[in-house]
Each structure stands twice: as C-alpha cells, then as structure tokens.
C-alpha cells in the first residue's frame, strides 16, 4: 500500500478505530504528511532529472539534425567539383546523422512519455498532500473530542461504579444501621429492667401476704391459747 493510500485510510476511517488501532494517531497523521512531503520532494528531483534528460536528447536530435543538413549540403558541393568520393563519404555521414536523429526521436518520445507520467503523478501527490493539510486540523480536532468524551466516559464510570459518593451513601447506611442496633438494645433494656422491677414487686406482694398469714395464725393460737 502507498503513502497516499494508507493517508486516505487513516482519513476515511473514523476515531473510534483510530483510537483502537493507533496509538497516537494524531503524531501518526503529521508524520505521514511529513513522509508525502519528502516524497514530493523525491519526485520534484525525478522530474526534474527526467526533464534534463529529455532535454538533452532534444539537443542531440537537432544536433543530428543539423549534421544531416550540413552533411547534404557537404555532398551537393562535391559532386559540383566532381568529387563523387568525397560525395559517398558526405552521404554516408549523413545516413549516419539520419539514423541518430530517427533513435533520438524514438527515445525523445519514451523520456517524453516518462515525463508526462511523473507531471501527472506529481501534480496528483500535491493535490493529496493539500487534502491531507485540509483535512488534517479536522481530524485532530475529532481526535481531542473523542480522547475527552472517552476520558469524561471513564470518570462518570469510575463515579458510577465506586464513587466517593457511593462509598458515603453505604457509610451512612451503615451509621442508620448501627443506631437501630443501639435503639433496639435499648429498648430491650428498658424492657428487661421493667420486668424486673414487675417480678420484684409481685415477689414483695407475696412475701407480704405470707407474714399476713402468719401473723393472722399467730393471733388465733394465743386466743385460743386465753380461751
């Protein structure tokens, strides 16, 4: 996968998968822009290479070209002095020049070709590295809102699951608890101390009513003890 195609999927993709997969998908998205930098950069100089390479050539072409003229005009003059020689020689020369222009003009269209190619791929780079820069504020602004909804979501989570306010809450049930606890001894207590003073009452009554009868008894002997 390309530079630009992974870019294109960090940016199609949404911060929950980001957050998941990543783990720091903000320096992650400056980084990557940095790379499509450099590589823009490499293919500036490729360009730039290729452009003096298909210049060179176009030099050589007319340079060849010139010599095929030069070498016509070369043979048109000696077979005007008679010099058929001289004439081959010329002509052959110029066959020479024609068959370098006609490879030149071969290669001039393959560089030129090579060239377009790297125009467009070029121009293609740029157009994405300014989608990146556009697109790039966007998703680190998604990215802070995200990591502050996620945070905000733990806290609320943390206050859900064992709070400050929960633990106090179970606290204060547990004072509400120990209270009933000390007002039902209490009461029990008071109760106790109730039927205790009940049964010593009752037990004072009956030891009363025993020395009644005693003392009733004790009458009736020494009456009839006088009788």
């Known amino acids: 996968m390309s530079l ?88 052959a020369k ?28 070029l121009q293609e780079m740029k157009s994405s590295l300014s989608q990146m820069k556009t697109k790039r504020e966007m998703l680190v602004s998604r990215m802070e809102t995200a990591k502050a909804t996620q945070h905000m979501n733990e806290v609320i989570g943390h206050f859900g699951e064992n709070s400050a306010v929960e633990r106090f809450a179970k606290l204060e049930e547990k004072v509400t608890v120990v209270e009933a606890k000390a007002d039902a001894s209490e009461d029990l207590l008071v109760k106790d101390q109730a039927e205790k003073k009940l049964d010593e009452q009752l037990d004072a009554i009956g030891h009363q009513e025993a020395i009644d009868r005693e003392l009733e008894e004790l009458k009736a002997s020494l009456a009839s003890q006088k009788a």
């Not at 294109?8 to 980001?18: A, E, P, Q, W």
């Not at 370098?100 to 790297?118: F, N, P, R």
Request: proline share 1%; net charge negative; no cysteine.
């Open 4 to 91: 630009f195609s992974r870019m294109k999927h960090i940016i199609d993709s949404n911060v929950n998968d980001l957050l998941d997969k990543v783990e720091d998908p903000v320096k992650m998205i400056h980084q990557t822009i940095r790379d499509a930098e450099a590589d823009i950069v490499k293919a500036n100089t490729a360009y730039g290479a290729q452009l003096a390479h298909v210049r060179l050539l176009d030099a050589r072409y007319r340079e060849a070209t010139e010599t095929m003229a030069k070498r016509q005009g070369q043979a048109v003059k000696a077979i005007e002095k008679g010099d058929e020689e001289l004439a081959r020689t010329a002509i």
């Open 94 to 121: 110029k066959q020479e020049a024609a068959m370098m222009a006609e490879q030149l003009k071969k290669d001039i269209d393959v560089a030129q070709g090579m060239l377009d190619k790297l125009a467009e791929k």
